[in-house]
Nanobody, 124 residues
């Protein structure tokens, strides 16, 4: 059972940056495709970014493309999300997820393990 814990959220002004981290408890982390999702109050969970197990391929939502960068360090069992040029619309709880089967995906249904999430608030 992989346990995921996010950190790095907080309050930032529009135009600012944050870097989120996700720590995996299991060495099998390196076997999994990983993703970031977010959920704002009253809205559905939304795909943000995904990365293949070796980190060679990434996928982004159109709303964050060019501003956010997903990366991973399989030696340290860490997943990152660098968020630049943040906008108030980026305010949400951000969660990381791991998939046992799929190489990369935007669909939350294809992820098997989830973290609890970290709050990101962007003020205007």
């Amino acid at each position: 059972q992989v346990q995921l814990v996010e950190s790095g959220g907080g309050l930032v002004q529009a135009g600012g940056s944050l870097r989120l981290s996700c720590t995996a408890s299991d060495r099998k982390f390196s076997w999994s495709a990983m993703g970031w999702f977010r959920q704002a109050p009253g809205k559905e969970r939304e795909f943000v970014a995904s990365i293949t197990r070796a980190g060679g391929t990434t996928l982004y939502a159109e709303s964050v493309k060019g501003r956010f960068t997903i990366s991973r360090d399989n030696v340290k069992n860490l997943l990152y999300l660098q968020m630049n040029s943040l906008e108030p619309e980026d305010t949400a709880v951000y969660s990381c997820a791991a998939s046992k089967v799929y190489s990369i995906s935007y669909s939350p249904a294809r992820y098997d393990y989830w973290g609890q999430g970290t709050q990101v608030t962007v003020s205007s």
